[in-house]
Structure formats: C-alpha cells, structure tokens
T-cell receptor
Framework: KQEVTQIPAALSVPEGENLVLNCSFTDSAIYNLQWFRQDPGKGLTSLLLIQSSQREQTSGRLNASLDKSSGRSTLYIAASQPGDSATYLCAVLYYGNNRLAFGKGNQVVVIP | GAGVSQSPRYKVAKRGQDVALRCDPISGHVSLFWYQQALGQGPEFLTYFQNEAQLDKSGLPSDRFFAERPEGSVSTLKIQRTQQEDSAVYLC?????????????FGPGTRLTVL
C-alpha cells in the first residue's frame, strides 16, 4: 500500500531552534512531493514542491530534501519563530495516481 | 481573489439532509480535486476533474456523494442524506495543467457538521 508517515505527531521547540520534520513514503516511484502548512481551522498552504528529479528545494528559511531511494523527505525550518506554530503535512504524488497521498502531519509549537 | 475559494465555510446539517458545497478554483486551472479531512487526520482523496471530465471518483465513500464541474470551472460536491460520519472538512484544490508536474493549491475548506 502506498502510504505516507510523519513522526512525531507533535513536537515543541524553543524559539530560535532549527526545526526538523521527517516524512517517509513506501514506494520510490513518485512524481513529486509537496510540503504544506495548515493553521487551525484553515486550509492548506503550499510551502515547497519537490519534483522526483530534484534533491532539494529552498524558500527563505525553509529547505526540503528528497531521497527517493530511502523513501524520505525532510523539511528544515531555520531559526524557528512562534509564527511557525502550525501543522505541517507531507503529501506524495505516486506514479499511476493523480491524487496526493498525505501523512497525518506534524503539529509544531514554537515556544517564545 | 487569486486563490481557491470555497463556500460555505461552515455548514451544519441535520442527519438526513442534503448539502451542496461549492469550489471556485484558480482561474485557468484545468485540474480540480476534492479531499475529505477528518479531525486529526491528513486529507483523503475523493475525486478528480480535468476540465469538465470527472476522471477519478474512486475516493467517494458512498453513492450518497456526487460531484460535478459542468463548465470546467466551478465545482459542486453534493452529499445526499447526510450521516454523522460525513462530518469533516471538505477541501478543494486546483492545479494548472497536468497534475503530475504542478503544485496543487488548496482552498480554506468547508467544515461540515452533521447533527
């Protein structure tokens, strides 16, 4: 089964620390992987999209890496701020599908 | 606006009522998706349109769920005879062109509560 796993479900970090969020997927045959942010009661905001041919993508304080062979992606958020508190979702577009397969998310709290 | 919009944002229905949820995708986006998100879970795929054609409806949980996009832009998700297990956030997403290479942009969702 093509699954996406995000562990831990929740974490807290003090302000200023770097955040490292992990996503694992079960099949290396993917088109792309997308990281989203979701605030309580809100929709999903796309953060980064990594195509299967890419190793990483960067946007400001965010960096996402992709290792297809090991079925892993990591989202790094440098110098975390209280405004980074949210749920971060990883989603994979597997070959043969047109739908995103989502993990359950990492709920992050940045403590001032 | 420039983003995906959905209406209503909140809907409360009595069990057995029919509901209709609307999605306005980003102008010019060919692909449109509906997802269902239960509390504490990631979104789960419901159905996919390319223009007006519904190419995949394998995620619809029962024949009470029906989606349409008659003119290839606005889409409506209809749920007939709502049940308590239908309570969730319904998310709409759109994508420009071929879905395999393009980002999916999500709307704010409609939170459905069935009493």
């Amino acid at each position: 089964k093509q699954e996406v796993t995000q562990i831990p479900a929740a974490l807290s970090v003090p302000e200023g620390e770097n955040l490292v969020l992990n996503c694992s997927f079960t099949d290396s045959a993917i088109y792309n992987l997308q990281w989203f942010r979701q605030d309580p009661g809100k929709g999903l905001t796309s953060l980064l999209l990594i195509q299967s041919s890419q190793r990483e993508q960067t946007s400001g304080r965010l960096n996402a890496s992709l290792d297809k062979s090991s079925g892993r992606s990591t989202l790094y958020i440098a110098a975390s701020q209280p405004g980074d508190s949210a749920t971060y979702l990883c989603a994979v577009l597997y070959y043969g599908n047109n739908r995103l397969a989502f993990g359950k998310g990492n709920q992050v709290v940045v403590i001032p | 606006g420039a983003g995906v919009s959905q209406s209503p944002r909140y809907k409360v229905a009595k069990r057995g009522q029919d509901v209709a949820l609307r999605c306005d995708p980003i102008s010019g986006h060919v692909s449109l998706f509906w997802y269902q998100q239960a509390l504490g879970q990631g979104p789960e795929f419901l159905t996919y349109f390319q223009n007006e054609a519904q190419l995949d409806k394998s995620g619809l949980p029962s024949d009470r769920f029906f989606a349409e996009r008659p003119e290839g832009s606005v889409s409506t998700l209809k749920i007939q005879r709502t049940q308590q297990e239908d309570s969730a956030v319904y998310l709409c997403a759109s994508s420009f062109g071929v879905v395999t290479y393009n980002e999916q942009f999500f709307g704010p969702g409609t939170r459905l509560t069935v009493l």
